[in-house]
């Protein structure tokens, strides 16, 4: 039975929001039977003037960087680690982002938005009233995102459906299928790919972000680029929901998975 290999989407003590030494999230997945991992702690990028008290720094991932030497050495011949980053809106200070780009080298970049402006997605409320605002100015970032960043494949596409279902509001995007079509041709076009994220299938969403159908309409349009990450914080969520993943991905019509090397994609069959 074909399964998935690799975790491309997780956190460790590098990131803001988890407390777990990158060697825990290393164990953890030998002991979930994964080939490789890419470790993509956080990096956000804001507006002058927003969300400045957060710590994101380009001395940070240097010394990320050094923890998964070491770790590689521990872990010779039972796991690949990549080098792995996750740009939250790069577009909001572009010099800033391509200045990290040029100091650090990474295997994997995940390109996301997790803010609006002065709006963090995770702490906004949602209503029936904003909901369709919301949508749309995320879909508008995620647009720009698409079209200017420096990545490699777009992380958990629909996250704001993450958030609303935790205050019990749904969110389908392919009810804005217009406003999606644009930015996943825009992937396609500039050879960027799309991740499936497993973290919904734990959360208030309960499907894998994007759900199955913005993967079947990325893949009719043309998508070929595919990673699964957990958007693991701590080790027991690494891998977690990668069998769903894994159906969901051959119900949108994959057969092959990407990993990356320097940037570059290869890919697995599944």
Not at 36 to 54: M, Q, S, V, W, Y
Not at 63 to 89: S, T, W, Y
Not at 140 to 150: F, N, Y
Request: aromatic share 8%; charged share 25%.
């Amino acid at each position: 039975m074909s399964r998935i290999l690799a975790d491309y989407h997780m956190h460790c003590r590098f990131s803001p929001d988890s407390r777990s030494a990158p060697e825990e999230m290393c164990a953890a997945a030998v002991k979930a039977g994964l080939a490789e991992i890419a470790l993509t702690d956080h990096f956000e990028f804001f507006p002058p003037g927003k969300f400045a008290d957060k710590p994101y720094t380009i001395a940070n991932m240097r010394e990320q960087q050094r923890a998964l030497d070491r770790c590689r050495e521990k872990f010779a011949g039972k796991l690949v680690i990549r080098n792995g980053i996750e740009v939250g809106q790069p577009q909001c200070s572009p010099d800033a982002a391509a200045e990290l780009m040029r100091e650090v080298a990474f295997d994997y970049v995940i390109g996301s938005v997790h803010k609006m402006n002065g709006l963090d997605l995770g702490l906004t409320e949602y209503t029936d009233e904003n909901i369709p605002a919301l949508v749309k100015q995320n879909l508008g970032m995620l647009q720009v995102l698409a079209e200017t960043g420096d990545f490699d494949c777009m992380g958990h596409l629909d996250i704001i459906k993450r958030y609303a279902a935790n205050q019990g509001k749904q969110i389908d995007l392919m009810g804005w299928k217009d406003e999606v079509e644009p930015i996943l041709r825009t992937l396609i076009r500039r050879g960027k790919g799309l991740e499936i994220n497993t973290s919904g299938l734990r959360q208030s969403a309960r499907e894998t972000l994007p759900s199955v159908a913005v993967l079947q309409f990325y893949r009719e349009l043309g998508g070929e680029v595919l990673t699964i990450g957990s958007d693991a914080h701590r080790p027991e969520d690494v891998g977690a929901g990668f069998d769903e993943a894994l159906l969901v991905a051959k119900a949108a019509g994959f057969r092959q998975i990407a990993v990356y090397e320097k940037r570059q994609p290869r890919f697995y069959g599944v």
